[in-house]
């Protein structure tokens, strides 16, 4: 569903020429930069403001390392970083719809993991839906069709949904990383870090009231913590505006069923507080009268 009025060739050209212009400035340094080794580091906390991270592509910073980041080094220095992290927000800000933000989410090369020829998976639903539901990264089945979740933890996912009166069509899913990792691996801090300043203009166009985080990488990298699941689940954390609620990943659940008992509790409360916050009523398509 297209939100946006069509834009006339001189607007076109001219919104390509600023956003190009932007995306020299703001990626051109990072293009090259090799991502870090993978283990262990998807489990760092992102100390680093990921705007900074993005605009210096540093991956000592992206880890968390103490290292100093040579674009800080000096005050004098200082000034292009911030320029860049500053374009970068700037560039997001202008994105004034969903619609936007995909095209620019398209010409990211920092959305980009170490796989080529990946397809963008930006995310799927409703625009303005009150519920939104945030996963890992895209795997083969979603990277084949440029949707989230439409694997084997997908068909769970509907399932579990189903089980709470909710149709996916009414609320609206993305995911931390919008490229698919090789090899079905977790994203780094890095490119976790690269990704979530996209993801939170995301969600701050669609404004939902709640969020449920899917998994361990979901809600570490949203709640920029490094605490284990069973501790965040359970209750609501404050984000963004919303109410943040964390549970397990279908993928886990597929192997190892003991955690589906948490799992529809989660998802209980979550409909029950979706309920209380008098948000839009979602149902399953054929309960709707
Ligand atoms: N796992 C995720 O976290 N996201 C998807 O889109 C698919 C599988």
Same mark, same amino acid.
């Given at each position: ?136 990264? %895209?795997? &083969?089945? =979603?990277?084949?069709?440029?949707? #989230? $979740? ?5 068909? !769970?996912?509907?399932?579990? @949904? ?24 977790? %994203?780094? &801090?890095? =490119?976790?870090?690269?990704?979530? #300043? $996209? ?5 701050? !166009?669609?404004?939902?009231? @709640? ?42 659940? !597929?192997?190892?069923?003991? @955690? ?30």
């Amino acid at each position: 569903m297209s939100e946006q009025q069509p834009l006339t060739p001189e607007e076109l050209f001219k919104k390509v020429e600023a956003f190009l212009k932007a995306q020299h400035e703001v990626y051109a340094p990072v293009g090259d930069i090799p991502l870090p080794a993978v283990t262990g580091s998807a489990a760092l906390p992102l100390q680093e403001s990921p705007a900074k991270i993005v605009a210096s592509g540093n991956p000592a910073a992206a880890a968390g390392s103490s290292q100093p980041n040579p674009v800080e080094a000096s005050p004098d220095q200082q000034h292009p970083t911030e320029t860049k992290a500053d374009t970068l927000i700037q560039s997001l800000q202008d994105c004034k719809t969903l619609d936007a933000l995909r095209e620019l989410c398209e010409a990211a090369a920092v959305l980009r993991t170490d796989l080529t020829g990946t397809r963008l998976v930006f995310g799927k639903g409703n625009p303005k839906a009150d519920l939104m539901l945030i996963g890992e990264a %895209p795997g &083969a089945k =979603e990277d084949e069709l440029g949707e #989230p $979740f439409v694997g084997a933890s997908g068909n !769970l996912l509907t399932k579990i @949904l189903a089980a709470i009166k909710v149709d996916r069509s009414q609320i609206y899913i993305a995911n931390i990383l919008k490229h698919r990792p090789p090899d079905n691996r977790n %994203p780094t &801090a890095e =490119e976790r870090a690269r990704s979530l #300043p $996209f993801l939170e203009r995301q969600i701050d !166009l669609i404004q939902p009231k @709640l969020i449920l985080c899917l998994g361990l990488i979901s809600a570490q990298t949203l709640l920029n913590t490094t605490t284990a699941l069973k501790d965040m689940r359970g209750t609501f954390h404050p984000y963004r505006g919303a109410e943040l609620m964390v549970t397990y990943h279908p993928a886990a659940l !597929l192997r190892n069923k003991h @955690l589906k008992r948490d799992t529809w509790e989660d998802v209980q409360k979550l409909r029950q507080r979706y309920d209380i916050l008098g948000c839009e009523p979602v149902l399953l398509p054929y309960l709707q009268s």
